[in-house]
C-alpha cells in the first residue's frame, strides 16, 4: 500500500524559513517523479513543484520560484520542500503527491501538514 | 498557463440522482491531461478519473468521465451519501499542473 506521510508543518514568521518532508513506503520511491501541492484554508487545490524521480530536475510555479527549492533522498524515501522568505499568502496545507508511472497525472496523496505564516 | 473553470460551484442534489460537473480548459487539452479528484472533507484529495475517461482503481463505476480539447464532464450516476465531497479537474500542460477551482456535491 502507497503511504505518504508528511510532516515539519508549524507557525513561522513572514520572511522565514521551514522544511517539510514526506516520508515514502509501500512503492519503489526512485521509480516515481513526486510533487508538492498546496491548500490554503478553505480554498481549493494549487500545484507548488515536482521533481524528477533521480531528482536531476524540477519544475516549480511561479509563485513560489526562486523561494522554495524540492529535493528528495532516495536512499532515505524522503521527499522535502525547503521554503525561504516566506509569506503570510504560503499559509496552507502542504500535500505530498505521487505522479503516476510513464505519465503525468497525480495518483496518490498524503495526509498533509498546515503551514501557517504570520507574526 | 492554461486555466481550468469548473461549474457549477455547487451542486445540491437527492441521493440517487445524476450529477453532472464541467471542466472547461482555457486551451485544448486534448483528451489525455485531464484528471479529477475527489476531496471529503478533513481529508487529502483522491485520485478518480485519468485520461479523461479512465477510473483509477477502486473507483466505483458510478462515477464516469468524458470529453476532449476543451470540455470535460464528471458523471455521478446515483449519488450515494459518500459521494459529498469537493471534485477538482487537473490538467498538465509544458511542465506546469493547474487545478480547477472545484465544485462542491452536496446531497440533501
Known amino acids: 500500500e502507497v503511504q505518504l506521510v508528511e510532516s515539519g508543518g508549524g507557525l513561522v514568521q513572514p520572511g522565514g524559513s521551514l522544511r517539510v518532508s514526506c516520508a515514502a513506503s509501500?512503492?519503489?520511491?526512485?521509480?516515481?517523479?513526486m510533487h508538492w501541492v498546496r491548500q490554503a484554508p478553505g480554498k481549493g487545490l494549487v500545484w507548488v513543484s515536482r521533481?524528477?524521480?533521480?531528482?536531476?530536475?524540477?519544475d516549480y510555479a511561479d509563485s513560489v520560484k526562486g523561494r522554495f527549492t524540492i529535493s528528495r533522498d532516495n536512499s532515505k524515501n524522503v521527499l522535502y520542500l525547503q521554503m525561504n522568505s516566506l509569506r503570510a499568502e504560503d499559509t496552507a496545507v502542504y500535500y505530498c503527491?505521487?505522479?503516476?508511472?510513464?505519465?503525468?497525472?497525480?495518483?496518490?496523496w498524503g495526509q498533509g501538514t498546515l503551514v501557517t505564516v504570520s507574526s | 498557463e492554461i486555466v481550468l473553470t469548473q461549474s457549477p460551484g455547487t451542486l445540491s442534489l437527492s441521493q440517487g440522482e445524476r450529477a453532472t460537473l464541467s471542466c472547461r480548459a482555457s486551451?485544448?487539452?486534448?483528451?489525455?491531461?485531464l484528471a479529477w479528484h475527489q476531496q471529503k472533507p478533513g481529508q487529502a484529495p483522491r485520485l478518480l478519473i485519468s485520461?479523461?475517461?479512465n477510473r483509477a482503481t477502486g473507483i466505483p463505476d458510478r462515477f464516469s468521465g468524458s470529453g476532449s480539447g476543451t470540455d470535460f464532464t464528471l458523471t455521478i450516476s446515483g449519488l450515494e451519501p459518500e459521494d459529498s465531497a469537493v471534485y477538482y479537474c487537473?490538467?498538465?500542460?509544458?511542465?506546469?499542473?493547474?487545478f480547477g477551482q472545484g465544485t462542491k456535491v452536496e446531497i440533501k
Open positions: 503527491a505521487r505522479e503516476a508511472s510513464n505519465s503525468w497525472y497525480i495518483d496518490s
Open positions: 509501500g512503492f519503489t520511491f526512485s521509480s516515481y517523479w
Open positions: 521533481i524528477k524521480n533521480d531528482g536531476s530536475g524540477a
Open positions: 486551451q485544448n487539452i486534448g483528451n489525455s491531461y
Open positions: 485520461g479523461a475517461s
Open positions: 487537473q490538467q498538465y500542460s509544458s511542465s506546469r499542473w493547474t
